[in-house]
């Protein structure tokens, strides 16, 4: 039996990087997972790959949404209730980012970043808090970053929307808390295979990719960058039973980058 045996996940943002090695992951461990993105052939390459690596009967969806549309939102968890009759865990994966000075920046990409980064999972953690409520339990992961703990330049509104997750994960924790619904956060640093595009970092520095990536790796206690896998072993375990007790934490993994 896996560590999330007969579970069912929704996992947004899933057709690459952490959102993709969080579904491979929950998969091995048992998990029947629902994954969305807005690119249905990636979509389909994670589940085959799911398929692949999970335990002998996992089950894997694909469903392409929208989540910078509401309605897009209220669809696709509908479908995921209808699946296989309800969510156990859902994980707030997506997000987009843009990079550029404060004063370059446009309302329109405030609009956009804040629609999917803070919307989005504001309004998928409600409609997952009301069915665990029905259910009686339930876990709410939610990948924020370091960048939602302090400052960092050129990245102003991601900043804004990663500090926003990262208070809806407190506040909704403690109001929940007495309900059997756990709700954390992971804070991943710069991650291998991640978000991050090291060659436009570099462009907006006037660097070359090799350059960034030595001077991003010397801010690493670890001397390394953190990979996929280590971020998704850490959402396994808020998804899990083992992390019962925990509830409300935002929980860095950065290499040491940070150590709070």
């Known amino acids: 039996m ?18 993709r090695a969080i579904a491979e992951r929950y998969a ?10 807005t690119n249905l052939e990636k979509l389909e390459e994670t589940r085959a ?5 999970g335990a002998q009967g996992v089950e894997a969806h694909c469903h392409v949404a929208d989540i910078s549309d509401p309605s897009s939102v209220e669809a696709m968890f509908e479908a995921a209730l209808a699946w296989r009759g309800g969510v156990d865990i859902l994980v707030n994966n997506a997000g987009i980012h843009i990079q550029k000075p404060v004063l370059d920046y446009a309302l ?21 808090i009301r069915h665990m409520l029905d259910r009686g339990a339930g876990k709410v992961v939610n990948i924020a970053s370091t960048a939602g703990k302090w400052e960092s330049p050129n990245q102003a509104i991601y900043n804004m929307s990663k ?3 990262v208070g809806l994960t407190r506040c ?11 709700i954390n956060a992971v804070c991943p640093g710069i991650v291998e295979g991640g ?27 670890m001397g390394r960058l953190v990979t996929l896998e280590e971020v998704a072993h850490l959402a396994v375990y808020l998804g899990s039973q083992e992390s019962n007790g925990m509830t409300g934490q935002t929980i860095t993994i950065s290499g040491g980058m940070r150590m709070g």
């Open 195 to 221: 978000m991050f595009d090291l060659e436009k970092l570099a462009a907006s520095y006037g660097a070359t990719k090799e350059q960034v990536q030595k001077a991003v790796v010397s801010r690493v206690p």
């Open 163 to 165: 500090h926003a997750v």
């Open 2 to 19: 896996g560590r999330l045996a007969d579970r069912t996940a929704l996992i947004t943002g899933a057709s690459r990087g952490i959102g």
């Open 172 to 182: 909704a924790a403690l109001e929940f808390a007495d309900k059997g619904i756990n």
């Open 49 to 53: 790959s799911v398929v692949r690596q």
């Open 108 to 128: 329109e990409d405030l609009d956009r970043i804040m629609k999917v980064n803070v919307h989005a999972v504001f309004q998928l953690t409600q409609l997952a």
């Open 28 to 37: 091995a461990e048992g998990a029947n997972v629902f994954l969305t993105a």
